[in-house]
């Protein structure tokens, strides 16, 4: 499986930024997909995740409201609508895929393949 992800770049805060990873290769029909984000000297952290249905969904707390999910399965593509942009979200963003898995499992181990990241910069 392999993602490639796109949409990142610098955005004043109170800004938007849509977020998009394309998985291609053998992906099943039954995936999670989510995203996670890292600064430097910190470790990776979960963001959001949704099912391949795109019947469920789950924020970190940092997120919710302002954050939002969603996928495209025909084009095997999962967004990510980043609004209220805030200088606290700039990192890079990673996203994740994951067979046979659920959101929380997901949120909890991460993913089993890794998008190359796309960074978010975010000015004050």
């Known amino acids: 499986v392999q993602l490639q992800a796109s949409g990142g770049g610098l955005v004043q805060a109170g800004g938007s930024l849509r977020l998009s990873c394309a998985a291609s290769g053998r992906t099943f029909s039954t995936y999670v997909m989510g995203w996670f984000r890292q600064t430097p000297g910190k470790e990776r952290e979960f963001v959001s995740a949704?099912?391949?249905?795109?019947?469920?969904?789950i924020y970190a707390d940092s997120v919710k409201g302002r954050f939002t999910i969603s996928r495209d399965n025909a084009k095997n593509t999962v967004y990510l609508q980043m609004n209220s942009l805030k200088y606290e979200d700039t990192a890079v963003y990673y996203c994740?895929?994951?067979?046979?898995?659920?959101?929380?499992?997901?949120?909890?181990?991460?993913?089993?393949?890794w998008g190359q990241g796309t960074l978010v910069t975010v000015s004050s």
């Open positions: 949704i099912t391949w249905s795109g019947g469920s969904t």
């Open positions: 994740a895929f994951r067979r046979f898995s659920n959101i929380v499992t997901m949120r909890d181990a991460g993913g089993e393949y």
